[in-house]
């Protein structure tokens, strides 16, 4: 996870761009819309239902930015899929990659003691801080977050958004991003997740102030934290609040992941999916949607990316 993320203005700028050109060609868009189903009529996807009971009809192709789990196991009908495919699906694990993330606004961005060193740190989009204790990474650190939710020694990525992109702050003021991991939805209950968020932040200033000494509770103008609770509400195949749509250990990666019949189209004609459940993984640089289109292009003789 070590793209950063800094357009001027945040994502919402890419997806209203995204969706004006479209517009232009043409494109219907149904927002908060969810999906229900997805129709097959002799082999081949014909359509999508709304929750709603809204009906569309394909007139080319079905594409799911959604996970394997509501792709196959929700939105088609089951009988479609035979037992090998199934087994495959239920290799799927979300058992890693459950993480705490939020934005803080300061006064002050993290000012960091090694930024004597390195200046350039204090700047750089992600930084990673945690103990000079390679023993404790490699042994404790993934032992206390499965069992308490949260590591007595953090390894928190950082990240100065509001350097990169001024826009999105009031002149003067400063917004700064935050993630560590956690352990899965289901390890602990919904109340116990909303107490430990307060608990995350109280933890997450005092170890971030070793770091970088001006993170005190007095830089805090205010933040907002989620934890997989919050992920996994919003986000149906992030499962238990997996970031990655699926873990990304080796055991599940590139052909190792899931899929029924190992690609962007599916067993279904004219049904694709494009998002991180596949062989790219989770992270919006893995390039699933551009894999697919570029499937979709030699089957239906579309300009190919030079
Ligand atoms: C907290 C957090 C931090 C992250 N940080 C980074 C990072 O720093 N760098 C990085 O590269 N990646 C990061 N990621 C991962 C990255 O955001 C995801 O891998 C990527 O967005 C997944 O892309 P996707 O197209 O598969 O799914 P999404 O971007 O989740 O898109 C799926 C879309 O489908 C919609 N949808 C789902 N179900 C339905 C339905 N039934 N009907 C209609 N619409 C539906 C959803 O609302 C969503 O808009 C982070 C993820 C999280 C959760």
């Known amino acids: 996870m070590g793209i950063g993320r800094h357009r001027q203005g945040g994502n919402r700028i890419d997806h209203q761009a995204l969706a004006n050109a479209g517009k232009k060609l043409g494109v219907e868009y149904h927002l908060n819309s969810e999906v229900a189903k997805i129709h097959v009529e002799n082999g081949k996807a014909t359509g999508i239902r709304l929750a709603d009971g809204t009906e569309i009809a ?15 196991d929700r939105m088609l ?25 939020g934005t803080m606004g300061v006064h002050e961005l993290p000012d960091y003691k090694a930024a004597k060193n390195n200046p350039d740190i ?5 930084t990673y801080w945690a103990p000079k204790d390679l023993a404790y990474m490699e042994d404790k ?6 069992l308490l939710g949260m590591a007595s020694k953090f390894f928190c990525l950082s990240a ?4 990169w992109d001024p826009s999105r702050v009031p002149e003067g003021k400063h917004s700064v991003a935050f993630e560590d991991y956690t352990c899965p939805m289901h390890f602990h209950s919904r109340k116990e997740w909303r107490q430990m968020s307060d608990e995350f932040v109280e933890e997450l200033l005092r170890q971030w102030v070793k770091y970088a000494p001006n993170m005190k509770k007095s830089n805090v103008i205010g933040y907002r934290v989620i934890n997989p609770v919050d992920l996994q509400d919003t986000h149906p195949d992030m499962k238990g609040g997996c970031w990655s749509v699926g873990s990304m250990a080796g055991s599940q990666n590139g052909r190792f ?12 004609d004219n049904l694709y999916i494009c998002s991180s459940a596949m062989f790219g993984g989770g992270g919006i640089a893995r390039g699933s949607s551009y894999n697919c289109y570029k499937v979709i292009a030699d089957d239906f003789g579309l300009r190919q990316p030079e």
């Not at 100065?160 to 350097?163: E, F, G, Q, V």
């Open 58 to 72: 394909a007139k080319q192709m079905v594409i799911g930015d959604i996970g394997n789990a509501q792709l196959f």
């Open 77 to 101: 009908n089951p009988d479609l899929k035979t037992d090998e495919m199934q087994r495959r699906l239920d290799t799927n694990l979300y058992d890693r990659g459950h993480v705490w993330w």
């Open 122 to 126: 204090n700047a750089t989009p992600r």
């Open 141 to 146: 650190y993934m032992h206390e977050i499965m």
């Open 160 to 163: 100065p958004d509001s350097y």
């Open 257 to 268: 992941r899931g899929s029924p019949n190992n690609g962007f189209k599916t067993f279904i």
